[in-house]
């Protein structure tokens, strides 16, 4: 290594020995290196709150379905919802049984959630809850009808011609929410358009760029029926002077190519039933000796036995498929027409460009066609908006306000908004029947406080007096034991005495001894 790089890796020695030149490149370079450091962090920090910015001012949503009851048309809806709330919404969150509205709530505070919507599902209606989060209100509607994305991309991709399938590129912004005829002075419907309007982020007018918004979501009040449309769009954006691309042309008419030969398996097919209809028909004439078959009807449940009747009916079924086939037919033909047509043009168009441009030279024809694109962008100020329906597609009825988080007082109710005194009465009913509970409650808490403590108090007073028991047996017994140790220590004693007197008397004295010698 080098006495440059040991003395930038910190060597001091190798620092020594560099000439003044290449220390003071090494000091510039350190303070060069702090800067830099410095920078980075500083725009880590703005980056930081930019983004906790960010996340606070955009609204978030959670969409579950709650209950027992959860058919696949229900769940496919959820799916759809969330499509809708997307890229501010939990995809890929599950709804789980478990999890309380508390819990619910108390997760909403940590991630920043604004908005909460539920589906639930019985026999008679389905319920659509939409609540702000953490208080509330929370708005209930009934959905009255809904279509899936699925089943409107079937008909779509069948029947219209400006039809493409959704992309995910298409839902990494979010989409513009667009209200209609919310105009009355009522309550109920000024909470609805707040609801609407604030469950999306807002648009600043000011630096709107219509490229960055791909989707719409329009919400449309009736004032007739009190219902709301909620429809789903894709923004498609087309300039005025486009021409329409050969390619495009050749795969619309390939589409429409193979709708006719569908079209025409199916004449076929119906026409085949038809035949065998009418030689059964003619088959029973012979030999039932009916000549004519304008009088066959079923006016009544025992004519459906006649043959002839059921034989009747199919052919008039048959027919009726035959004349829309041949309707689909001419429509297809006339727009397949009209396509060639267009095609046409554009070959042409395309053939007199092309001779031109040999005409004038090989060299400056990329200039040219540079020149003639700037120009047509130029005069293409304008632009055509087509809005593309993806779904899904709703019917909403407010059914109920209520002031909390799917709790509460109720602020408007559809049923009941012609009987205020009644509702008033009911509130104060159960108002009181909650502070008579509250009451009883307290109360019977308190009581049992007190047999609680009570219980205590006698459990001690007889642990005290089994502990005095013990206490008085115990020096009983000491007593007795220092009696017994006493008469033990006197026996002891007295035995030990007579067995020194019996000693005294066995053991013979020496002057008893000399006078029995003598």
Same mark, same amino acid.
């Given at each position: 290594?080098?006495?440059?790089? @040991?003395?930038?890796?910190?060597?001091?020695?190798?620092?020594?020995?560099?000439?003044?030149?290449?220390?003071?490149?090494?000091?510039?370079?350190?303070?060069?290196?702090?800067?830099?450091? /410095?920078?980075?962090k500083y725009r880590k920090e703005k980056r930081k709150q930019f983004e906790e910015s960010e996340i606070q001012s955009v609204p978030r949503s959670i969409v579950l379905v709650r209950g027992h009851d959860r058919p696949k048309c229900i769940?496919?809806?959820?799916?759809?919802?969330?499509?809708?709330?997307?890229?501010?919404?939990?995809?890929?969150?599950?709804?789980?049984?478990?999890?309380?509205?508390?819990?619910?709530?108390?997760?909403?505070?940590?991630?920043?959630?604004?908005?909460?919507?539920?589906?639930?599902?019985?026999?008679?209606?389905?319920?659509?809850?939409?609540?702000?989060?953490?208080?509330?209100?929370?708005?209930?509607?009934?959905?009255?009808s809904f279509n899936v994305m699925k089943d409107l991309e079937q008909f779509q991709s069948n029947n219209s011609r400006e039809y493409a399938p959704a992309t995910p590129f298409q839902y990494e912004k979010s989409a513009v929410c667009i209200?209609?005829?919310?105009?009355?002075?009522?309550?109920?419907?000024?909470?609805?358009?707040?609801?609407?309007?604030?469950?999306?982020?807002?648009?600043?007018?000011?630096?709107?760029?219509?490229?960055?918004?791909?989707?719409?979501?329009?919400?449309?009040?009736?004032?007739?029926?009190?219902?709301?449309?909620?429809?789903?769009?894709?923004?498609? @954006?087309?300039?005025?002077?486009?021409?329409?691309?050969?390619?495009?042309?050749?795969?619309?008419?390939?589409?429409?190519?193979?709708?006719?030969?569908?079209?025409?398996?199916?004449?076929?097919?119906?026409?085949?039933?038809?035949?065998?209809?009418?030689?059964?028909?003619? %088959?029973?004439?012979?030999?039932?000796?009916?000549?004519?078959?304008?009088?066959?009807?079923?006016?009544?449940?025992?004519?459906?036995?006649?043959?002839?009747?059921?034989?009747?009916?199919?052919?008039?079924?048959?027919?009726?498929?035959?004349?829309?086939?041949?309707?689909?037919?001419?429509?297809?033909?006339?727009?397949?027409?009209?396509?060639?047509?267009?095609?046409?043009?554009?070959?042409?168009?395309?053939?007199?460009?092309?001779?031109?441009?040999?005409?004038?030279?090989?060299?400056?024809?990329?200039?040219?066609?540079?020149?003639?694109?700037?120009?047509?962008?130029?005069?293409?100020?304008?632009?055509?908006?087509?809005?593309?329906?993806?779904?899904?597609?709703?019917?909403?009825?407010?059914?109920?306000?209520?002031?909390?988080? %799917?709790?509460?007082?109720?602020?408007?109710?559809?049923?009941?908004?012609?009987?205020?005194?009644?509702?008033?009465?009911?509130?104060?009913?159960?108002?009181?029947?909650?502070?008579?509970?509250?009451?009883?409650?307290?109360?019977?808490?308190?009581?049992?406080?007190?047999?609680?403590?009570?219980?205590?108090?006698?459990?001690?007073?007889?642990?005290?007096?089994?502990?005095?028991?013990?206490?008085?047996?115990?020096?009983? /017994?000491?007593?007795?034991?220092?009696?017994? /140790?006493?008469?033990?220590?006197?026996?002891?004693?007295?035995?030990?005495?007579?067995? %020194?007197?019996?000693?005294?008397?066995?053991?013979?004295?020496?002057?008893?001894?000399?006078?029995?010698?003598?």
């Amino acid at each position: 290594m080098k006495k440059r790089d @040991r003395a930038k890796q910190g060597d001091h020695r190798a620092f020594v020995d560099l000439s003044r030149e290449e220390k003071r490149k090494i000091r510039k370079d350190d303070r060069t290196d702090k800067k830099a450091n /410095e920078d980075k962090k500083y725009r880590k920090e703005k980056r930081k709150q930019f983004e906790e910015s960010e996340i606070q001012s955009v609204p978030r949503s959670i969409v579950l379905v709650r209950g027992h009851d959860r058919p696949k048309c229900i769940v496919n809806l959820c799916e759809d919802l969330k499509n809708i709330m997307l890229p501010y919404t939990a995809k890929n969150l599950a709804s789980d049984d478990n999890a309380t509205i508390k819990d619910i709530i108390e997760f909403s505070k940590q991630v920043h959630v604004t908005h909460l919507m539920t589906l639930n599902s019985s026999l008679k209606y389905t319920l659509l809850n939409i609540s702000r989060l953490p208080i509330g209100p929370t708005l209930t509607f009934e959905v009255q009808s809904f279509n899936v994305m699925k089943d409107l991309e079937q008909f779509q991709s069948n029947n219209s011609r400006e039809y493409a399938p959704a992309t995910p590129f298409q839902y990494e912004k979010s989409a513009v929410c667009i209200l209609n005829n919310f105009t009355s002075t009522e309550t109920h419907v000024q909470l609805m358009a707040l609801t609407f309007q604030n469950m999306f982020p807002p648009v600043d007018v000011q630096d709107f760029i219509l490229s960055h918004y791909r989707r719409a979501v329009f919400f449309n009040f009736n004032e007739e029926n009190g219902t709301v449309d909620v429809r789903h769009y894709f923004i498609k @954006r087309v300039l005025d002077g486009e021409v329409e691309s050969i390619t495009s042309i050749e795969n619309r008419i390939n589409k429409f190519g193979s709708k006719k030969t569908k079209v025409q398996h199916g004449m076929e097919k119906v026409q085949r039933k038809l035949e065998n209809f009418i030689r059964e028909r003619n %088959l029973l004439k012979s030999k039932l000796g009916i000549k004519d078959t304008s009088n066959v009807k079923a006016n009544s449940v025992a004519d459906l036995q006649n043959p002839l009747v059921n034989v009747e009916a199919e052919i008039a079924l048959c027919e009726k498929d035959l004349e829309n086939c041949l309707t689909k037919l001419n429509n297809i033909s006339k727009e397949l027409q009209g396509l060639q047509k267009k095609k046409q043009a554009a070959s042409k168009g395309i053939k007199e460009v092309k001779e031109g441009e040999e005409e004038k030279g090989d060299e400056n024809n990329n200039n040219e066609v540079i020149e003639v694109a700037a120009e047509l962008l130029q005069d293409q100020k304008k632009a055509q908006l087509k809005l593309i329906e993806i779904g899904p597609r709703l019917t909403l009825k407010l059914r109920k306000v209520v002031e909390g988080v %799917l709790e509460g007082n109720t602020i408007y109710h559809s049923e009941y908004s012609d009987l205020p005194k009644e509702l008033k009465q009911e509130k104060m009913k159960k108002k009181q029947e909650k502070v008579k509970r509250r009451k009883e409650q307290e109360e019977n808490v308190e009581r049992k406080k007190k047999d609680k403590e009570t219980k205590l108090a006698e459990k001690k007073e007889r642990a005290l007096q089994k502990f005095q028991k013990k206490l008085e047996k115990g020096a009983e /017994e000491d007593e007795e034991e220092e009696r017994g /140790e006493e008469a033990y220590n006197k026996l002891v004693n007295n035995v030990k005495e007579t067995a %020194l007197n019996d000693e005294d008397e066995e053991e013979p004295t020496m002057d008893e001894e000399e006078s029995d010698e003598e």
